[in-house]
């Protein structure tokens, strides 16, 4: 091909490819299968391959992460990064509406918006001629730091804005998402890192890697929440100005309510406060803008914050109850948690008995010991937490957290390596470790086996019924019958699924054999681009680490994994026993669900959350977590929540699982 057509190509491509990332990313309505995409995607690179020259840093291949930096340099803010004044209840957001009254002259209701408050870290985003030139850190308000390399690996941000005309200055929240902040604490952990304490420090401690590679595989979000000036004149408030903003492919902030009134205000506080925990990013709050711009302009800004707008903030509940003891408990790869055995204690819907202390270190950051009154909070996390405790309550005859030196289990020695936080048990054949790696396997994002539980797989691993993955598919009914608790229905039940477990995903097995750092995120980027698990055997080292989302370190350890032996054999008798290890044909089949957007809420019976999600996808459905008005169906299963609420309320078609499996010609 010669330069001149390549370059017209190129083009091509590049606006096709930024157009199906607009469907995808911010629209989550693709017209094109990921493989159709995938293919525009490849051509590109190899046209780009072939001519560098072409290369431009607004084309949708520049996402990957360029060059680490030394430093990053200082940016200057022409107009300042304000900051939000915060309340913690309603009698100051009444307070605040009089004021923009008062403040306004005027005496009917006000339109207000009212947002989430994305828990994360403030960034600015600055476009010149529809291309993204700067991204930048708040810093202090008027001096950032330039972090555009980074920012450029947000999948959801586009390089090139859908009009090629507009100069733009807006403002958002970097975040991480509950399930990628999990993985990646898990990764930590595996590796004796220490974890995060919350989806915010990530998400910053990303934000602040030096190489954009490195960020590139932290898979972080953003929402865009404001404009730092006003630059469309035919747009008279906020809500349209975020709606204009959407529309030129930006991904901007979710779950904005229009209210007017302070009532309605406080009604669309009150209900978000049900619906928070079910996002798939934390907010701490929520803001609370008046809608009119004109009004803005009126009340101005005082030095740190605007006057239209405030921030709600949530309280993180707390409570207070005895830390009885700390237990040591070992994990797959054999690290020993420290898990605190709490007094139980209600909170924020739950009853809490144990949470995971992580490590040593916290232990000592905390300060507390056995018998303490520690303080537990559950901020809209996943997971609660010991926060501190009170150390007026001291009695004096308190005991020190000391840390173990024999594994609680096997009772090997511990080995503590010079530059982890963790203490590790270094016996592969520990049965804690077995229980933990077979607890794995069997998980719902793995083979997802109901009935192979915690309790049940250290029965079957004490009893020596379960020696490790793979003795599970030999289990006889009369041995699971001989186990305390287990029936004959209850053993043919679980013998049934295990069955079933042959037939999952090949990518969701991958995740399953526990290989270090390989979560559900990589699982599949590996199946997708080694079809079976023969190729990824034998795939090098250097090949594996040239994978987006991949590197080095992953690479690593799938070579390490595959050339142990003890693994290999795993793998031989898992294929004998018939457990899939190779992806499926692509794009066989009916496709009754092609481009459908479905939601599911409340339990089925013939599914778990994860079938019935690949079940959609595998009928070209798209399965989302949120109803809009552009989910087509809700499934409504038994006790649904408050998804089948909102279905009703935005008048979407509710079906029952029956009326599922008809839609799809089963039955
Ligand atoms: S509007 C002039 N909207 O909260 C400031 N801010 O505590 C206008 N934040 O630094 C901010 N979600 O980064 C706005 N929906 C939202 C937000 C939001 C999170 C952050 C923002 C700001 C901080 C202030």
Redesign the pocket.
Known sequence: MKEEEAKKRIEELRNRINYHNYRYYILADPEISDEKYDELYRELVSLEEQFPQLITPDSPTQKVGGEPLKEFKSVRHELP????D?TYNFDEIREFDRRIKELLGVNEDIEYTV????D?V?VRVVYEKGVLKLGAT?GNGIVGDDITENIKTIKRLPLKLLDATIDIDV?G?VFMDRNTFLELNEIREESGEKPFANPRNAAAGSLKLLDPKEVAKRNLDLFI??VSRQIFPDISTHFDTLKRLRKLGLPV?ENNALATGINEVIDAINSWDKLREEQRYMTDGM?I?VNRLDFHDKLGNTAK??RW?I?YKFKAKQARTELKDVIFQVGRTGIVTPVAILKPVFLAGSTISRTTLHNMDEIKRLGIKIGDTVVVEKGGDVIPKIVGYESSYRKGNEKEILPPKICPVCESKLVKLPDEVAIRCININCPAQIKRRIEHFAERNAMDIRGLGEELISKLVDTGFVKDIASIYTLKPEELMSIERMGKKSSENLIAAIEKSKDRDYFRVLYALGIRYVGINTAKILAKKYRNIDELAEAKSDDLASIEGVGPKIAESITDFFNTARNRDLIEKLKNFGVRMESEKMESGPKPLKGLKIVVTGSLKNYSRQEIKDLIESMGGHSTESVSKATDYVIVGENPGSKYEKALKLNIKTISEEEFEKLIGKN
């Open positions: 990064m304000l900051s939000l915060n947002e989430p408050k994305i994360g403030a708040r403002r929240e929440h404001s902030i803001v803008k914050a605007p707008a921030a």
